[in-house]
């Protein structure tokens, strides 16, 4: 194995661990391929990190199940809704270069982290609010709106999701985290039906990928059940704080 698909799958396992528990696996990931395979059009490399992907929110809507009662009612409607955006999103990757959203994503994770840190009691309780049509006509724009940008370009991705689901449902960083990968699910499948039926993907990088995400994601489910929601809204807060710097350094300062 080359030092460069080592580090690619290190990257996987990493990914996986923290998508998990409060998404932003997107950012460990889709970097290492980049900086792995620069000759390749962007487009594959997005595809490849979407099959890996797939395997690692899967196996994580598993392993919290068995802790966690996933809020299907309020999903259910979602699921399509994400997924065709997604679907929307990648197409429009595979004509415009995705790296146009780059200095959109620290601010949009800036404004996220301040309500957070500045909300105490945000996701600390699980409330679930009642579910109305207003509401879940909000959900569909707003949730649908992150699906386009995940079939787009993606880092970030399950933090807006588990963002949106607490200030939207009234859940908890546990069942939010639980929640948001069943929506990661149907993103990564919306954007790998395009990718993987117009391009041909990096197919041994990224079952090899995918073997590590899944190792990382039942990792990171396990530790989010032990440690329950505080833990988890901790974890939220830093891997946050470390994509705004990483995003940043890469949208504005790196060459």
Partial sequence: MSPDLVLIVLAA??????????GGGGLIQLPALLTAYPATPPAILLGTNKFASIFGTGSAILRFARGVRIPWRVLLPLVPVVFLGALAGALVATAVPPQIFRPLVPVMLAVVLIYVVWRKDLGAAHAPLHITRSRTLL?????????FYDGFFGPGTGSFFMFLLIRLYGFDFLHSAASAR?????????????FGSQ????????????????????????LALKHGSAFVRRIFILVVVMLIARSAWQAYFAP
């Fill in 199 to 222: 391009l041909e993907l990096l197919w041994l990088v990224a079952i090899l990928m995918a073997i590590a995400n899944v190792s990382g994601a039942v990792l990171g489910t396990s």
């Fill in 139 to 147: 959900a569909a724009v707003l949730l649908g709106a992150v699906g």
């Fill in 182 to 194: 069943v929506l990661n699910v149907a993103t990564n499948a919306g954007a790998l039906l395009w």
């Fill in 13 to 22: 396992f990493g990914a996986g661990l923290v998508d998990a528990m409060v």
